[in-house]
């Protein structure tokens, strides 16, 4: 079952074609990357899904149901949960409220609601013991990870993550990997993911979706994509050996 459909999408910016006749297909708790070099049109793409950007031409699609023009915080409460490239906390607020933050999009809380469903996120995301910190007291990976408590709160159906393991260390994106595995596991939650760091997208992924100069190049499963010579040239270079998985 499609979950979240992008179909057709067009995005000018002034003579710059960000994105041309674009199509992204996501099904119910489908895991799905989309990679290609800076610039290719990754950011835009869920800026258009999410609302932050309207395409000139093209539909997206959640549930059924045409979003198209559909503001965002509308979008969120229909069930799209969003991360930003440069992560987004609020630097005054300590970790609960900050996830509070991301709960009340939903508008049909009461504020001890608001607290109890954001401190069950905190659990789940291994951040209890931070709930009462400051968020500047945090290390860069804990902060990414209330960023992600913070658009889960809202309960999506679809997560979009933009690059949630950049500047990351390898012991955090290992962590990343198993939180995230373990959320589609226990809420068959689809994530889009857009990421630099191949081993994660070979790991996580079930489909790929290659966008370069804003044209998707390839679509395909993990192996496919691997053993695509447009993707090959295009993105992860001549010397690319099959990644550590
Ligand atoms: N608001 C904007 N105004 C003008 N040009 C933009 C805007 N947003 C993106 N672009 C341009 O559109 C193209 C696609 O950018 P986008 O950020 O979507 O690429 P990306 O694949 O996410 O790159 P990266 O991997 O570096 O984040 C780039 O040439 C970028 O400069």
Redesign the pocket.
Known sequence: MTVLEARNIHKR??G?A??TDVDLTVSKGQFVAVI????????????VLTGL?MPDEGQVVLGGRAITRMATNRRIRAGLGRTF?HGRVFPRLNVLENVMTGAAIRGDLSEAALREVSMEVIAQMGLAEDADEAIGSLSYGRRRMVELARALACRPQVLLL??PAAGLNSGEVDQLVDRLTELRARHGLAIVL?E?NMGMVMRLAERIFV?NF?CKIAEGTPAEIQADPAVLSAYLGEGYVHADV
């Not at 290609?36 to 800026?47: D, E, I």
């Open positions: 910016y002034g710059l960000a994105l290609g070099p800076n610039g290719a049109g990754k950011s835009t793409l869920l800026n950007a490239q933009d690059e857009i630099h966008l804003g």
